[in-house]
């Protein structure tokens, strides 16, 4: 995975977290929490602090001074001291007019003092240099109230109370609600009303107006009074007062402030809340201040809150909630407003109390931006102005049944921008009435609804959500549009679970880098259950030419409501389907991969023509046959009639067109064709196609409907609708073995509707690779199925429809260009089967065996290899045969070879009468007499001499010379008898003689293998025979002369020296090796008189002959060294 890929995983799953933890950070309160009567500020409650790291303004200017006099410390207020320097109340007074202090001192009411001044519009302005101290307990009540000093002190249990004390509102406002709805007043939310209006929607019927949005960072007006349910006496509740703390620097708050509507019983709606504005370089503690709705028969609106303090290290209490609805529970006050000041951030929080009734937000400010909106806890924030912007620098957060909505609902004709960093939407609702453009880096849902309606206005037809870096829907949460949707980004898009879901008319989901539908997620286009406001996609069922941006799309990725898609996914790196992509036109293109996990689906089935050009024919009554597509509908049967389906239609080599369906739309119970699935383009082909789960487009089957269906009569119904389009451009795919691609057509009606004809499957691969650089451009294990539609009780079933892959280049063949089967070859270009020729049977030699090819094989002959190693190519001969026929066969062979035979029979012949002896004896003969010795080379003069006294000696010494018996054969070999002649019976010890005799018969004995080699080779080739056999000879004569030479230890031998010497014996035999003897010498240190003579005093000797008077082994007379130097 590439570096950026990797990154973007980590900030999806950092996000996700995130996500999360915010979610669990921020629980939503049931309304069970609060209280059954009045609202206590006591309770604990959600706190909104803000601990940021900003730089530090510049010190808030103090409020300017009212104009009327200040009044005294001892005089006036009967305290202790000066307020130039420190004064101290000690007892409660009772205002009936304004009061106004001033002083450049600190003013301090102690423990259980009360300031009052009751009368509607009072007001208690405090203005010191250098502090203001409410002890314990200690109470202010007016209309306003103002304190403003250089710190401010509220101890605990101390009180500034304006509730139900507001003066006039600002003129020309309308928070008091006319008529004697009993209505509530409007503020900072709108008053509720309980007047039912069945031909209204809730959210379009309220009390009293909001007001003083453009001062809601510094607000400063009074709450409205409530409405009334008598024209006789006014029973609402009265606005809620104003209430100002101004310290230049810091404040501590440890007690309440109250700025709440009146009550209105269950005779008047209640008061509105006033305004409560706190301005501080400092704050700490951990009070409560409310500016909320009164309760009534319906509820007040929720005041206005600014705080402005650059140090908060606060956790105080903030309420503007709108008052509880005596007369219509669920539909409490509208949330007031709270603006964070040095963050710039702005919460609507209705505090978990149910309404029907918005807190308006009117123009956002441009500059500089908001930083964050938070909407909060059953609040409703609306945007009602037309062609408006929602623009902040950070997050716009809505949580806990919160709802923000974008225009009218009766006037969805304008277009609304959402800027932001991050939407944040938990357990909460959107609602967009026109056309929305969103752009934000991150998008998260969690069990929220995003809803756009477009009105029907093609001008506001298309809304555009664009998240940079992150999509995420989790928990049931849904995108729905009735018009067109378009959804950008940049990152991922996660749809993480059962119930989430994205769902328009149109739908185009581009420039991710990959989208996951988790299982039980859907992605739909258009919708299943469409109203009539929504704008239903037109299909070309008509048109006999396909439209030319399913083969050729444009290159961008923007909504074009004229083109054929209903959903379409644009230029994304990847999309792995675990849940339901549906659509009636389905368009993945400029997609590297995608992936179909087994519970993933992607599918549009049902949702092509209800008529078409392969439309089914009906009868009267509304029974039919099936539509036609791949192939023909069936007919259908009715009262012993038929009624044939539709005609088949379309190229089966590139399809484009949507399924049709049963007959006339306009009959009830009316089935639906498929749709089509294009995956790719003729540019731009899908790198890689894996499919564990389902391809779709059936044509819909009677039935599948219950609704529409349910309105047939019992006894007629029309045939199933034919099954659509599946055209894939693709390198490559992969079929896990439980995936389906289908285009099967529906079934008919149980009464005799025909079948649905089967609609068509497509593979265009984009390159098809041959010869060597061939690799499998499919792994099919899957089911593919076109089959027709069941024609129901004596309805005929739809014929089946087409596969079809591209034309396949020489040597592959079929719908996924395979390889010819083994055994045959290819040499056209071609899909069918039947192109793969078998190979002639006669160039495959009868030792061979065809083998495979990568690429296949595209001509002849068909490559093969023989059966065995021992077989040669290229006609599987052995070396033999290889011989024999290089040499023209066996007859001219055996000619050959027979004139070879006789040719070596002579050779050897000849060769024979050449041979001179085989011993290792020397062979040199005397020297002439007379010859002269060179004398040049005096070593080998001496040489000569040493061989000529070795000779001298060798004769003089001789004894005796006992013959082998035995030809030296494998039957009869070489063999010594036991008994010593008697000429060495004098110089051998006989018992150590017969020892030698058994070890010298032993090794001149040959192995039974020898033998059997020489009896086959005397069969197949006789030379051969004589050859291996004087082999034998050969080394069985060194063998023993070896033995005889240095092995044996010459034990038999009397003499010391020939002993000592291992001298005395030795080995020879004739040059034909069928006669050997052992020769005995003397040792020299025999000094017995009776030894043998010398050799030429035995005259006369026998001579022996060698051979065997054979042809290979004739007589000859045998001579050696010995002989001739005798």
């Keep these: 995975m590439a570096p950026a890929a990797a990154s973007l995983l980590l900030l999806q799953f950092f996000v996700v977290v995130a996500f999360g933890f915010w979610f669990a950070a921020t629980p939503c309160m049931s309304e069970t929490d609060l209280d059954d009567g009045e609202f206590s500020i006591s309770g604990g409650f959600d706190s909104f602090a803000y601990h940021g790291d900003y730089s530090p303004p510049s010190p808030p200017a103090p409020a300017p001074p009212p104009l009327p006099r200040s009044v005294t410390c001892e005089e006036d207020l009967k305290g202790v001291g000066s307020l130039d320097t420190v004064c101290k109340l000690s007892?409660?007074?009772?205002?009936?007019?304004?009061?106004?202090?001033?002083?450049?001192?600190?003013?301090?009411?102690?423990?259980?003092?009360?300031?009052?001044?009751?009368?509607?519009?009072?007001?208690?302005?405090?203005?010191?240099?250098?502090?203001?101290?409410?002890?314990?307990?200690?109470?202010?009540?007016?209309?306003?109230?103002?304190?403003?000093?250089?710190n401010v002190s509220l101890s605990y249990g101390s009180l500034i109370n304006t509730t139900a004390l507001a003066g006039p509102p600002p003129p020309e406002t309308s928070g008091t609600p006319s008529g004697v709805q009993g209505a509530g007043g409007g503020h900072g939310g709108r008053g509720a009303s309980c007047l039912s209006d069945n031909t209204k929607l809730p959210e379009d019927v309220w009390g009293g107006d909001a007001y003083s949005w453009a001062d809601l960072q510094n607000p400063w007006s009074y709450g409205s009074k409530g409405g009334t349910t008598s024209k006789e006496e006014n029973y609402g509740g009265e606005g809620g007062g104003r209430i100002e703390l101004n310290a230049t620097n810091s404040i501590e708050f440890y007690g309440t402030l109250l700025g709440e509507g009146g009550d209105g019983g269950i005779k008047g709606g209640g008061g509105s809340g006033g305004s409560i504005r706190i301005q501080a370089h400092r704050m700490v503690g951990d009070g409560a201040l409310s500016a909320s709705g009164g309760n009534g028969f319906a509820g007040g609106g929720g005041?206005?809150?600014?705080?402005?303090?650059?140090?908060?290290?606060?956790?105080?209490?903030?309420?503007?909630?709108?008052?509880?609805?005596?007369?219509?529970?669920?539909?409490?006050?509208?949330?007031?407003?709270?603006?964070?000041a040095v963050p710039r951030s702005l919460t609507v929080n209705n505090n978990n109390m149910s309404t029907n009734t918005d807190t308006l937000l009117m123009e956002f400010p441009k500059q500089p931006l908001w930083t964050n909106v938070y909407v909060q806890n059953c609040a409703r924030a609306s945007i009602p102005l037309f062609w408006s912007r929602a623009q902040v620098r950070g997050q716009i957060s809505l949580s806990c049944k919160a709802v923000m909505s974008f225009g009218l609902p009766h006037y969805a004709t304008s277009e609304f921008e959402l800027m932001a960093e991050e939407l944040l939407m938990s357990n909460s609702v959107v609602k967009i009435y026109g056309a929305l453009r969103m752009s934000v880096k991150i998008l998260l849902m969690w069990d929220s609804k995003m809803l756009i309606d477009g009105g029907g206005d093609d001008i506001v037809a298309t809304s555009s959500l664009e998240a940079s870096n992150l999509i995420v829907l989790k928990e049931s949460s849904a995108v729905h549009s009735n018009a067109n949707l378009e959804v950008h980004g940049q990152g991922f898009l996660n749809l993480s679970g059962p119930g989430n879901m994205i769902e328009a008319q149109r739908l185009i989901l581009s420039l991710f880098f990959g989208i996951y539908v988790e299982p039980g997620s859907v992605l739909r286009g258009p919708l299943e259950d469409a109203d009539d406001h929504s704008m239903t996609p037109r299909l070309y069922c008509e048109d006999r030419d396909c439209p030319r941006e399913l083969i050729h799309p444009p290159e961008d990725c923007n909504m074009n409501s004229s083109l054929a898609f209903t959903l379409q996914v644009c230029r994304v790196e990847e999309i792995v389907v675990g849940g339901l992509v549906t659509g009636s036109v389905v368009h993945f293109r400029l997609v590297r991969n995608t992936v179909v996990n087994s519970s993933g689906v992607?599918?549009?089935?049902?949702?092509?023509?209800?008529?078409?050009?392969?439309?089914?024919?009906?009868?009267?009554?509304?029974?039919?046959?099936?539509?036609?597509h791949g192939g023909k509908g069936g007919?259908?049967?009715?009262?012993?009639?038929?009624?044939?389906?539709?005609?088949?239609?379309?190229?089966?080599?590139?399809?484009?067109?949507?399924?049709?369906?049963?007959?006339?739309?306009?009959?009830?119970?009316?089935?639906?064709?498929?749709?089509?699935?294009?995956?790719?383009?003729?540019?731009?082909?899908?790198?890689?196609?894996?499919?564990?789960?389902?391809?779709r487009a059936d044509g819909e089957s009677f039935g599948e409907d219950p609704k529409r269906d349910a309105i047939m009569t019992s006894n007629v119904g029309p045939g199933g609708g034919a099954g659509g389009t599946i055209l894939l451009f693709v390198h490559s795919v992969t079929f896990g073995s439980s995936s389906t691609i289908s285009t099967m057509g529906g079934h008919g009606s149980p009464y005799g509707g025909g079948g649905g004809g089967g609609g068509r499957v497509h593979f265009h691969w984009a390159n098809i690779?041959?010869?060597?650089?061939?690799?499998?451009?499919?792994?099919?294990?899957?089911?593919?199925?076109?089959?027709?539609?069941?024609?129901?009780?004596?309805?005929?079933?739809?014929?089946?429809?087409?596969?079809?892959?591209?034309?396949?280049?020489?040597?592959?063949?079929g719908i996924f260009c395979e390889e010819c089967p083994i055994g045959t070859f290819k040499n056209v270009?071609?899909?069918?089967?039947?192109?793969?020729?078998?190979?002639?049977?006669?160039?495959?030699?009868?030792?061979?065996?065809?083998?495979?090819?990568?690429?296949?094989?595209?001509?002849?002959?068909?490559?093969?290899?023989?059966?065995?190693?021992?077989?040669?190519?290229p006609n599987c001969y052995t070396t033999f045969e290889e011989l024999v026929y290089t040499f023209g066969g066996p007859w001219l062979f055996g000619l050959i070879l027979l004139g070879l035979l006789v040719l070596l029979t002579l050779v050897l012949s000849v060769a024979r009468m050449k041979y001179v002896a085989g011993e290792e004896l020397p062979t040199l003969v005397p020297a002439q007499r007379g010859s002269r010795i060179d004398n040049s080379f005096p070593f080998l003069e001496s040489l000569n001499e040493v061989l000529e006294t070795n000779r001298t000696e060798e004769s003089r010494n001789h004894v005796h010379r006992m013959f082998f018996m035995g030809a030296n054969t494998f039957s009869e070999p070489w063999n010594l008898t036991h008994s010593p002649p008697k000429q060495v019976i004098e110089i051998v010890y006989e018992d150590a003689f017969n020892r030698f005799v058994d070890e010298i018969n032993g090794l001149a004995a040959y192995q039974w293998w020898q033998g059997s080699v020489y009896s086959i080779l005397c069969v197949l080739a006789y030379p051969l025979a004589w050859s291996w056999l004087q082999q034998c000879r050969k080394r069985k004569l060194q063998q023993l002369r070896d033995f005889v030479r240095s092995e044996y230890d010459h034990a038999c031998l009397r003499s010391c020296r020939s002993r000592a010497l291992y001298e005395g014996l030795k080995v020879g035999a004739t040059s034909d090796l069928m006669l050997a003897y052992l020769d005995f010498?003397?040792?020299?240190?025999?000094?017995?008189?009776?030894?043998?003579?010398?050799?030429?005093?035995?005259?006369?000797?026998?001579?022996?002959?060698?051979?065997d008077g054979s042809y290979m082994a004739p007589f000859s007379l045998h001579n050696d060294n010995i002989l001739l130097v005798s």
């Design 91 to 150: 007892s409660s007074l009772n205002f009936t007019d304004h009061v106004y202090v001033a002083g450049s001192g600190s003013l301090v009411l102690l423990p259980d003092v009360t300031l009052s001044c009751a009368a509607s519009g009072c007001f208690i302005v405090v203005n010191v240099s250098h502090e203001i101290r409410l002890g314990e307990n200690a109470v202010i009540i007016a209309g306003t109230v103002s304190l403003a000093a250089e």
């Design 303 to 340: 005041g206005r809150v600014s705080v402005n303090v650059f140090s908060r290290h606060d956790d105080i209490s903030i309420f503007v909630h709108g008052g509880r609805s005596l007369g219509c529970i669920e539909n409490s006050g509208a949330a007031g407003t709270y603006f964070d």
């Design 602 to 628: 992607i599918s549009a089935s049902g949702l092509g023509c209800t008529g078409g050009l392969g439309r089914g024919n009906v009868f009267d009554n509304g029974l039919g046959g099936g539509g036609g």
């Design 635 to 695: 007919k259908g049967y009715y009262n012993g009639s038929f009624v044939d389906g539709g005609v088949a239609y379309g190229d089966a080599e590139l399809p484009c067109e949507l399924g049709s369906g049963s007959g006339n739309d306009s009959l009830a119970g009316t089935t639906a064709g498929g749709g089509i699935i294009v995956i790719g383009s003729m540019e731009h082909a899908l790198s890689s196609l894996s499919v564990y789960g389902s391809l």
């Design 769 to 813: 690779p041959t010869g060597d650089e061939y690799v499998p451009i499919a792994i099919a294990n899957g089911s593919l199925q076109t089959g027709g539609g069941l024609g129901r009780g004596q309805g005929y079933a739809g014929d089946d429809g087409t596969a079809t892959g591209k034309a396949c280049p020489e040597g592959l063949y």
């Design 829 to 873: 270009s071609g899909s069918d089967q039947a192109l793969c020729y078998s190979c002639p049977s006669s160039e495959l030699p009868s030792r061979a065996l065809y083998v495979t090819v990568r690429g296949g094989v595209t001509e002849r002959p068909c490559p093969y290899r023989c059966v065995s190693d021992r077989y040669h190519m």
């Design 1081 to 1107: 010498f003397l040792g020299g240190d025999e000094k017995r008189p009776d030894l043998p003579p010398s050799l030429h005093q035995r005259s006369p000797m026998a001579l022996v002959f060698g051979g």
